[in-house]
């Protein structure tokens, strides 16, 4: 392939002839990493959420609250959800090599369905317990309750701000930004149970509340297992639509035919794309690919294009027919 993804700035275009084959490629993929100044934001996330897990397990335990508990075991993920984010930050960048020959971008994607796998795993354990609680409830200090999840609110509260800036500008930024706001809400959550044990001293709404907050996890985080899962088989991205892509190649000039078009996520934010163009009139030069690539860039977010260019009438290749776009 000719050509690499870069994500900051500049267009590598590039073609290369072997027996009548081209191959252009692209950069462009967007940004593919945290701006290095979120690095502060990942550690002081980090350090605040780690401290917070702690008090609240801590505290959950010895109030006998299972909301509590139910919540630092989110909250623990996330934790690792901002380790592996800020890890993946990290080697995303990393340059390829003759073995890791796209670099190692996709570990965003594992990290992404790594985490989904540990929360889902988390959650189920926390709802088996609830369930216990509720067939034999126990005494809970709704006080205790209120206060630590107050705290949590301001914990998450202000992960999220850390993050708010660039919320608008990176998909991986927003998507912590995000999640620590909706952490923030199920505190709020939480208080509110604290508040109704405390006004009514009915314990089983604290088994009832964290089923609840599991519950919601279980939904939020089963659409991450899903996106994760497809990511890591190499599914288009469902942003883009294959037909489109395929009728703006087969519109190119001088295209006949196409086939074996392939689309694919290397990172959570970068996406590639392969394909044979058949032209009738031979090679159309360098100037076709670069703004073939652009086109694809520009229209669908396809930063890294690599087509393979074929004669009509010369001998037939052994790929056509054989794969679906």
Known sequence: MAGHD??????????????GHSHGGHGHGGHTHAPKHFGTAFALGIALNTVFV???????YAANAMSLVADAGHNLSDVL???????????VRRQRTARFTYGLRGSSIL??????VFLLIAMGA???????????PEPVAGGTVM????????????????????????????????????????????????LAIWATGLEWIDPAVSLVVAALVV??????????????????PPQISPDAVEAFLRGRPGVADLHDLHIWPMSTTSVALTAHLVMGEGHPGNGFLAETAEGLRARFGIGHA??????????????AGACAA
């Open 81 to 91: 959800g901002l380790v592996a984010a800020w890890v993946a930050s990290v080697l």
């Open 111 to 116: 990290a992404a369905l790594f985490n989904a």
């Open 306 to 319: 690599t087509l393979q260019i074929e004669e009509a009438g010369g001998p037939g290749c052994h790929l």
């Open 147 to 194: 206060v630590v999840a107050a705290i949590g609110i301001l914990v998450n509260g202000l992960t999220a701000w850390l993050f708010a800036s660039g919320a608008k500008d990176d998909i991986n930024i927003r998507g912590a930004f995000l999640h620590m706001a909706a952490d923030a809400a199920v505190s709020a959550g939480v208080v509110l149970a604290g």
């Open 54 to 60: 702690g008090v609240e397990a801590g505290y959950g």
């Open 219 to 236: 939904w939020a985080t089963w659409g991450l297992l899903r996106d994760s899962v497809a990511m890591s088989l190499d599914a288009v």
């Open 126 to 136: 926390v709802m088996w317990e609830a369930i216990l609680r509720l067939i034999h």
């Open 6 to 19: 870069h994500a900051h700035g500049g267009h590598d275009h590039g073609s290369h002839d072997h027996g």
